[in-house]
């Protein structure tokens, strides 16, 4: 709000905001912003991802007022927007999602969280101020579409509860301690792994078989290298110690050194599971007992918990 009539809100890409802290690609962009329903993406300095919407992409804009459509501040327009080569100032590569508008529901994780954000973009207000336009608490966990509707019912394995802040998409901050793997960008080839020399078949086989149904469920993908590979950072599988564990949580690009799984304690075929848990943990994700926010939502009674 505040803005001069022909003044653009963060250059016409008001919406969100992923700083990673490392370069990412403007398809990993485009991705994100396409999450919630947006259609604009744009990479500023190839470092941060800011997400913006056409005026075709009337999900948005629906249930607001004809002032909020009519507001070119909020709308992405290119050739307003073009810098000379010579320009000092910050540089945007954007893209545009050409597929049918509004963004189709399974393409989409959008909750009341994200509507009432939008809203706020929108309306100008903080997002406690926001008015109303027809969405309500659903008893049943819903999925929505942009223009506060509900798209489809899940069931409660993947159930995405309205504004529950164990359950919310963590986007675009990062989910647990560990930044993501730049999948888009430098291991668009596949993140590689390379086995230790005392590493037998059948632990190999193990990891290969946990990483062929991630592969196969997620867009991460694997490569398996040697050793001696230093090209890119790796992970490592060892299983010297009799123990399931990997370090560091995420990306280690900021340490500089190769991230370790140990699977020696669950070198076992049937164990792919756990496996796959240590594999997640080199991904970036933590446990949900850990999150910074874990007593805002839990209350553990340390009374019942012997000090041994």
């Known amino acids: 709000s505040g803005l001069a009539p022909e003044s653009q809100c963060r250059s016409g890409l008001p919406f969100y905001r992923f700083a990673p802290g490392q370069t990412v690609s403007w398809r990993f962009c485009a ?9 604009i993406s744009g990479m500023v300095d190839a470092i941060e991802c800011r997400c913006g919407t056409t005026e075709r992409n009337a999900a948005v804009w629906a249930g607001h007022t004809e002032e909020s459509v009519l ?4 709308q992405f327009q290119p ?3 073009a810098v000379p080569a010579e320009d000092p100032r910050c540089r945007v590569v954007a893209a545009r999602y ?5 963004v189709p529901a399974d393409s989409m994780d959008v909750s009341e969280r994200d509507l009432a954000y939008v809203r706020s973009i929108l309306q100008g207000v903080h997002a406690s101020r926001v008015v109303d336009t027809g969405a309500v608490a659903h008893e049943t966990p819903t999925r929505h579409s942009l223009d506060g509707t509900a798209i489809s019912s899940v069931g409660s394995d993947s159930a995405q509860v309205p504004d529950d802040p164990l359950l919310r998409s963590c986007y675009p901050n990062k989910c647990a301690d560990g930044w993501p793997w730049p999948i888009w960008t430098t291991y668009s080839s596949g993140i590689p792994y390379a086995f230790d020399p005392d590493v037998d078949e059948e632990a190999k086989a193990t990891f290969r078989e946990a990483i062929a149904e991630l592969e196969h469920s997620t867009c991460v993908s694997f ?3 040697s050793t001696s590979y230093t090209s890119k950072l790796k992970v490592v599988v060892g299983s010297s110690i009799r ?4 370090v560091p949580a995420g990306y280690p690009g900021p340490r500089g050194e190769d991230s370790k799984i140990e699977i020696g304690g669950c070198r076992a075929r049937y164990l792919k599971g756990a496996v796959l848990h240590e594999v997640g943990h080199v991904l970036g994700m933590a446990h949900e007992h850990v999150r910074k926010d874990r007593d805002d939502y839990v209350i ?3 009374a019942h918990i012997s000090g041994d």
Do not use: F, Q
């Not at 991705?31 to 259609?39: A, E, N």
């Not at 507001?71 to 909020?74: A, G, K, S, Y």
């Not at 050409?98 to 509004?102: H, N, R």
């Not at 123990?243 to 990997?246: F, G, I, N, P, Q």
């Open 223 to 225: 490569t398996e290298v």
């Open 98 to 102: 050409v597929g049918t508008l509004p």
């Open 71 to 74: 507001r070119p501040d909020l």
């Open 300 to 302: 553990v009674n340390w």
């Open 79 to 81: 050739a307003a927007n």
């Open 31 to 39: 991705r994100l912003c396409l999450l919630k329903g947006l259609d």
């Open 243 to 246: 123990a399931c564990s990997a």
